[in-house]
Nanobody
Framework: QVQLVDSGGGLVQAGGSLRLSCAAS????????MGWFRQAPGKEREFVAR????????NYADSVKGRFTISRDNAKNTVYLQMNSLKPEDTAVYYC????????????WGQGTQVTVSS
């Protein structure tokens, strides 16, 4: 069982930056690739970014490529999402998620953190 705690959300003006954090309570953090997802009001949850267990491989949604950066610190059991050049359409609840190396789906989810970008 893995518990994930998201933090770092808030209210920011368009063009601003935020850094989200996700702390994982597990002794086997490196068994998991990690992802960030978001859900805006009235919309389905969508993929934002993912990072491999070692941090050597990352993927991004086209909508955030070049603006967001996912990273992880395995010594701290934490994954980050640096968000720059934020736009109003980035407003959503952001969730981190963990996927065990042998699985095809994300099994563990954080509680979510609200990001609101004002125009």
């Amino acid at each position: 069982q893995v518990q994930l705690v998201d933090s770092g959300g808030g209210l920011v003006q368009a063009g601003g930056s935020l850094r989200l954090s996700c702390a994982a309570s597990t002794r086997t953090f490196t068994y998991y690739s990690m992802g960030w997802f978001r859900q805006a009001p009235g919309k389905e949850r969508e993929f934002v970014a993912r990072i491999s267990w070692s941090g050597s491989s990352t993927n991004y949604a086209d909508s955030v490529k070049g603006r967001f950066t996912i990273s992880r610190d395995n010594a701290k059991n934490t994954v980050y999402l640096q968000m720059n050049s934020l736009k109003p359409e980035d407003t959503a609840v952001y969730y981190c998620a963990a996927r065990l190396y042998s699985r095809n789906s994300y099994d563990y989810w954080g509680q979510g953190t609200q990001v609101t970008v004002s125009s």
